[in-house]
């Protein structure tokens, strides 16, 4: 059975989400096995569940993806042993108007940086944004996990315009 991910991804106003009323969210270590231009597999360790996902290559909204869950131990043992770049994060899920939403606190490398997903059932579909929602940066790479493991937020600005 092939499964189709339509998402959007947004920043979000870190002051407007600190005054928002939301859930605790739970902390998430991802490892990537593989990065390349047709497909992405990792390995998430999200609090004391453990999972093995495989993306297929991005779509501006939709790209397959299949996602196993495996127990948390084996997980961090698959990070630790294979995963060439992680990516760290505090991830909320607020319901916002009908909408489930994830919004990502990042840590380590790519602390500073908070991003807001909403998965879709499809591409047009229409939803409310919440106050603390910013600029869309779907279809921007930069903003994607897996692009972040390997270029952490925090380089960004040590870069020059030429680069």
């Known amino acids: 059975m092939r499964h ?12 407007k989400w600190m005054n928002a009323v939301r859930p ?47 127990p948390r131990e084996e997980a961090m043992e698959l990070i630790r042993q294979f995963a060439k770049n992680t990516v760290e994060k505090v991830r909320t899920r607020i319901s916002h108007k009908g909408h489930l939403w994830e919004v990502d606190d990042f840590m380590g490398e790519n602390e500073g940086l908070l991003i807001a997903e909403i998965e879709l059932e499809s591409p047009d579909e229409a939803f409310e944004n919440p106050a603390w929602l910013g600029e869309e940066v779907t279809g921007d790479k930069r903003y994607y996990n897996s692009w972040l493991s390997l270029n952490p937020f925090r380089s960004w600005h040590k870069k020059t315009p030429e680069q």
């Not at 189709?4 to 002051?15: A, G, H, M, N």
């Open 4 to 15: 189709l991910e339509i998402e959007r991804k947004f920043l979000v106003d870190r002051q």
């Open 24 to 70: 605790e969210g739970v902390r998430y270590i991802q490892g990537y096995l593989c990065i390349d231009e047709t497909k992405v597999i990792r390995v998430r360790v999200a609090g004391e569940l453990g999972f093995l996902t495989i993306k297929g290559g991005k779509g501006l909204l939709s790209h397959p993806e299949f996602e196993y869950g495996i």
